[in-house]
Nanobody, 122 residues
Framework: QVQLVASGGGLVQAAGSLRLSCAAS????????MAWFRQAPGKEREFVAA???????TYADSVKGRFAIPRDNTNNTVYLQMNSLKPEDTAVYYC????????????????WGQGTQVTVSS
């Protein structure tokens, strides 16, 4: 019913910025909570940020004050604006959508993008 495509990753120096994009197809986009997760090499996938259908936004403690998750329902797109990047932000970033029971729980999301690599150098 819904397909998500993530893009915008790349290589950036520490303290730099990137904006990731997650484009969704499907008529029910505006009813979903949209979120970003990331997975660093050798680590579990972890929650980054979420933007609900009603405008509520949640960030992981590790990215508060540095990242933002604007949402454009007209264009069926959610973004992850990443500022003040650190080497520890290096990971594959995945967008996700659905109606999760708990917004930070990976297994509660029904739809996933393919992932986009973000590498932050020192």
């Amino acid at each position: 019913q819904v397909q998500l495509v993530a893009s915008g990753g790349g290589l950036v120096q520490a303290a730099g910025s990137l904006r990731l994009s997650c484009a969704a197809s499907g008529r029910t986009f505006s009813t979903y909570i949209m979120a970003w997760f990331r997975q660093a090499p050798g680590k579990e996938r972890e929650f980054v940020a979420a933007h609900s259908e009603t405008g509520s936004i949640t960030y992981a403690d590790s990215v508060k004050g540095r990242f933002a998750i604007p949402r454009d329902n007209t264009n069926n797109t959610v973004y992850l604006q990443m500022n003040s990047l650190k080497p520890e932000d290096t990971a594959v970033y995945y967008c996700a959508g659905g109606a999760p029971l708990t917004i930070a729980t990976m297994r509660d999301y029904d739809y996933w993008g393919q992932g986009t690599q973000v590498t932050v150098s020192s």
